[in-house]
C-alpha cells in the first residue's frame, strides 16, 4: 500500500533563495515537494546548502516521527525554466516593488495558469505586486518568519483581485505542510505581524538613542518576561488573565487609560543617523560576545525547538499553540511512517530509522541515558500501529501500556549516527505482546543496546487490561507465528546484574 503524500501539491519553485527562500526550499522538501530554484546570486548553491543543513538538524531535533521522502532539489538558470510544471511559486526576492513587479510578471508569464504565487514580501501590498500581471487572481501574501523551516506562521493575505479561491488552496497547502496559514481580513502595507514589530521596533531604537538602556538590557528585558508569554499566549489572552479574575473587561478599564498618557514615542521616527548605527551595531557586536551568525542561528532553533516541544507537552498533554500544531502534523505524518515500508515479518521487524542528535548527547559526548528509552517506545509505538493500534484506536478508548522494560547498554552511540531499530515479537496472546528490541548505530549498524517489553491491552476509561479486538488480533498472530520460527535473541530472559553472576560463576 502506497501512503497518501502529505501535501496536495508535488512541484515548487522559489525564485529567490536567501535567508527567506532557502526557509521556504527547506519547508518544501521535507515535506516531499520537488523544488526549483532560481537565484542569480553567484553562491546561491552554497548559501541554501547552508540553510539546509541548519534545517536538517532542527528538524531532526524537533520530531522523531519520519518525514516523508525528501523532495527533489534543482537549481535552474532562468525563472522561465524553475515555474514551467509548477503547482506553488514562492518569490522571495529583495524588497523593491519596481524587482519584485519585473520578477512576479516574469513568473506570471511562464508559470502554468492555475499555479498559486505566493510572494514573501514583509510589507508591500499584493495589490500593487498583482496590478500588472494576466492572471492577477492567483497572486498573493505568503508572509512568513526567519527561520522559516521552524517557525510555522504564514500571513496570507490577497490583494483586490485575488480570488478567494486562491486564498483557500493557499492555506490548505501551508496547513498541511505543518504550518500555520493565518487570513488577514484585509490588505494593509505590513499586514498585522510587521505592523507590530515594527512599533516595538521603533520604540526600541528611541530607547538605545536616549541612553535609557543598551540592546543588552533591552533584549533582557523582552526574553525575561513577556518574551516568554508572548510564545505562548500572543497578547490579547496573556492581558485576559492580567485583568484577574475580572478579566479582559477590567484590564481594559484598568490599563486603557494609561494609552494616552505620553509614555511612548509611537509615531516619531528616529533618525538612523551614522551615531546611532555605529551605536547599535557596537552594543550589539559586545552582545554576540564572539558568536558567529551561524553560531546564533543553531542557539536559536535548538532553543526555538525547545519552546516548540515544551508547548507540545503543554495544556495537560494536550499540546498549546505551536506545539498543539506540532502535535497534530506528527499525527498526520504517522500512518504514513507506518504503511511506507515493506516488511519482512520473517525476520525481527526494522521499525525506526533516525540520526543521534546533538539535544541527546551528554556530557561524555554519547547518546544518553533517556534517549534509549525514547527509541525503544517509538520501536514498541510503530509496532503498535503496524497492528492497528493508532491514534484513533487510542481516542476511541483503548491502547497498550508498557508495564515492565529492561534496558541493557552493549555499546556507545555517537552525535550524528544513524541509528535504527529492530523488534522481535517473543510471544503474544489475547492481552499481553512481549517484545524483544535491539538497537543498531553507524554504517556497519553495531549493536549498542537491547529492549525487552511486556506491553499490556487496555480499557483506559474502566482503567484494567482487557482482550485486544479481533482487528488488532489478526495482524499480530502471523507476526508473532514467524518471530516464533526465529532464534531466542542473545540477552532476552536477563534481569538486572545478571550478566554479572554469570561471568563471576565462570
Ligand atoms: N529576512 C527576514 O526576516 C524576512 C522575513 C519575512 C519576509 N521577508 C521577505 O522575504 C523577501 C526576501 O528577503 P531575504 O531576507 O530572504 O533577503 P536575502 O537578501 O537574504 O535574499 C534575497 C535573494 O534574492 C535573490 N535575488 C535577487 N534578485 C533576484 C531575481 N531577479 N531573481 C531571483 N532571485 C533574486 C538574491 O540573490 C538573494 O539570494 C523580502 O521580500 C523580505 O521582505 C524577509
Redesign the pocket.
Known amino acids: 500500500m502506497t501512503a497518501a503524500p502529505l501535501a496536495p501539491i508535488s512541484r515548487a519553485a522559489c525564485?529567490?533563495?536567501?535567508?527567506?527562500?532557502?526557509g521556504w526550499i527547506a519547508r518544501f522538501l521535507f515535506a516531499g515537494i520537488d523544488v526549483k530554484v532560481?537565484?542569480?546570486?553567484p553562491e546561491?548553491q552554497r548559501?541554501v546548502g547552508e540553510v539546509l543543513a541548519n534545517a536538517e538538524r532542527a528538524y531532526g531535533l524537533l520530531t522523531n516521527v519520519p518525514l516523508p521522502p525528501r523532495g527533489r532539489l534543482t537549481f535552474c538558470d532562468s525563472?522561465e525554466e524553475a515555474v514551467a510544471d509548477v503547482q506553488w511559486v514562492q518569490?522571495?526576492?529583495?524588497?523593491r516593488l519596481d524587482?519584485?513587479r519585473?520578477?512576479l510578471a516574469e513568473i506570471d508569464a511562464a508559470a502554468p495558469a492555475d499555479a498559486l504565487i505566493g510572494?514573501?514580501?514583509?510589507?508591500?501590498k499584493p495589490s500593487d505586486l498583482q496590478a500588472e500581471l494576466t492572471h492577477p487572481e492567483r497572486l498573493f501574501v505568503a508572509?512568513?518568519?526567519?527561520p522559516?523551516y521552524l517557525l510555522p506562521l504564514v500571513e496570507i493575505v490577497g490583494g483586490t483581485a485575488t480570488s478567494a479561491a486562491t486564498i483557500e488552496r493557499a492555506k490548505t497547502v501551508l496547513d498541511a505542510i505543518g504550518m500555520k496559514g493565518v487570513v488577514i481580513a484585509r490588505e494593509i502595507e505590513a499586514f498585522v505581524g510587521d505592523r507590530l514589530l515594527e512599533a516595538l521596533w521603533r520604540e526600541a531604537l528611541w530607547l538605545i538613542k536616549d541612553d535609557i538602556c543598551d540592546v543588552e538590557t533591552l533584549d533582557d528585558v523582552i526574553r525575561y518576561s513577556f518574551g516568554l508569554r508572548w510564545a505562548q499566549m500572543g497578547l490579547f489572552q496573556t492581558y485576559r488573565i492580567a485583568g484577574g479574575e475580572a478579566g479582559m473587561r477590567h484590564f481594559l478599564a484598568q490599563f486603557g487609560p494609561c494609552l494616552k498618557w505620553p509614555w511612548t514615542r509611537l509615531t516619531d521616527v528616529v533618525d538612523l543617523d551614522d551615531a546611532l548605527v555605529e551605536k547599535i551595531g557596537a552594543q550589539s557586536d559586545a552582545q554576540a560576545n564572539g558568536l558567529s551568525i551561524r553560531e546564533l542561528e543553531r542557539i536559536r532553533d535548538e532553543n526555538l525547538v525547545g519552546i516548540v516541544q515544551a508547548l507540545k507537552a503543554g495544556n495537560g498533554g494536550a499540546g498549546w499553540g505551536a506545539g498543539a500544531l506540532l502535535a497534530d502534523f506528527e499525527r498526520r505524518l504517522q500512518p504514513m511512517a507506518g504503511a511506507a515500508p515493506a516488511l519482512d515479518i520473517e525476520a525481527p521487524l526494522a521499525l525506526v530509522e533516525t540520526r543521534v542528535s546533538p539535544a541527546w548527547i551528554d556530557y561524555n559526548g554519547h547518546m544518553t541515558e533517556h534517549r534509549y528509552l525514547q527509541l525503544f517506545g517509538d520501536t514498541t509505538d510503530a509496532l503498535l500501529r503496524l497492528i492497528g493500534v493508532d491514534m484513533a484506536y487510542v481516542e476511541a478508548g483503548h491502547s497498550y501500556f508498557t508495564v515492565e522494560t529492561h534496558i541493557r547498554h552493549l555499546d556507545e552511540a555517537r552525535l550524528g549516527e544513524t541509528l535504527r531499530t529492530t523488534c522481535q515479537i517473543l510471544a503474544s496472546d489475547e492481552k499481553r505482546i512481549h517484545v524483544f528490541h535491539r538497537l543498531f548505530a553507524g554504517p556497519e549498524g553495531h549493536e549498542v543496546a537491547s529492549a525487552e517489553q511486556m506491553l499490556l491491552h487496555v480499557d483506559m476509561a474502566a482503567g484494567r487490561t482487557t482482550p485486544a479486538p479481533e482487528t488488532v488480533l489478526a495482524r499480530l498472530r502471523p507476526i508473532t507465528a514467524a518471530h516464533a520460527r526465529l532464534p531466542m535473541p542473545e540477552g532476552a530472559g536477563r534481569s538486572v546484574g545478571q550478566k554479572k553472576q554469570a561471568a563471576a560463576a565462570e
Open positions: 525564485i529567490g533563495g536567501g535567508v527567506i527562500g532557502g532560481f537565484d542569480p546570486h546561491a548559501i525563472i518569490e522571495s526576492v529583495p524588497e524587482l519584485k519585473c520578477v510572494s514573501s514580501t514583509s510589507g508591500l508572509h512568513p518568519y526567519n522559516v
